[in-house]
């Protein structure tokens, strides 16, 4: 089954709304968790890491005021794209690792990403 | 910062075996992953790497060498549902975190 869950799997919205994508890690808990935003043909772009409890640390050219990341407690994490525009149409991917010193701790899930498309 | 470098695209027979490299630049080290990827979906975790050497995982195996910067991804027995974009990632120290930095991908497309 799925460690990692995200929803929703599909959204479309009109240009100047905001949306929300959340990022659940069911099995574990994750202090840490990343977003990559993907178009099509092209590699997983980080956008930014996201840290329970304190802000998000984002990549060069990734707007914190447009997308928003809260990662409010250790199994969720949110991302949320405001004031949507059509470019930001994209394929967006959570991923989570579990704490070092476990079984499974030298793996990254993967979430099963959101196709955003914005019209 | 971190570099990774891998092949766009690669053909291969059904039932041969394929050989995917994967050459890296970055600060802090701390294991290489192989993902695979199929258009549309998430990607699936295939293998992890951090320690020189082969690790076989049935078809799959995965090799790294540090002092090289540089790991492969072989497939053995190739199936039609393998055709697939193949990633490789390393984690690498930033910012006093370790996050992952994945490389373009690349494309296989198995044939009979």
């Known amino acids: 089954g799925a460690v990692v869950s995200q929803h929703p799997s599909w959204v479309i919205c009109k240009s100047g709304t905001s949306v929300k994508i959340e990022c659940r890690s069911l099995d574990f808990q994750a202090t840490t968790m990343f977003w990559y935003r993907q178009f099509p043909k092209q590699s997983l772009m980080l956008m930014a890491t996201s840290n329970e409890g304190s802000k998000a640390t984002y990549e060069q050219g990734v707007e914190k005021d447009k997308f928003l990341i809260n990662h409010a407690s250790l199994t969720l994490s949110t991302l949320t794209v405001t004031s949507a525009h059509p470019e930001d149409s994209s394929f967006y991917i959570c991923?989570?690792?579990?704490?070092?010193?476990?079984?499974?701790?030298?793996?990254?899930?993967f979430g099963e990403g959101s196709w955003l498309t914005v019209v | 910062g971190q570099n990774i470098d891998q092949p766009t695209e690669m053909t291969a027979t059904e039932g041969a075996i394929v050989q995917i490299n994967c050459t890296y630049q970055?600060?802090?080290?701390?294991?290489l992953f192989w993902y695979q990827q199929h258009a549309g979906e998430a990607p699936t975790f295939l293998s992890y790497?951090?320690?020189?050497g082969l690790e076989e995982k049935g078809r799959f195996s995965s090799f790294l060498s540090r002092s090289k910067g540089y790991s492969y991804l072989l497939l053995k027995e190739l199936q039609m549902k393998d055709s697939a974009s193949y990633l490789c990632a390393v984690m690498g120290a930033s910012g006093g975190s370790y996050i992952p930095t994945f490389g373009r991908g690349t494309s296989l497309i198995v044939h009979p």
């Open positions: 790497n951090v320690l020189d």
């Open positions: 991923s989570a690792r579990p704490p070092f010193g476990t079984v499974s701790g030298n793996t990254i899930y």
């Open positions: 970055t600060s802090g080290f701390n294991g």
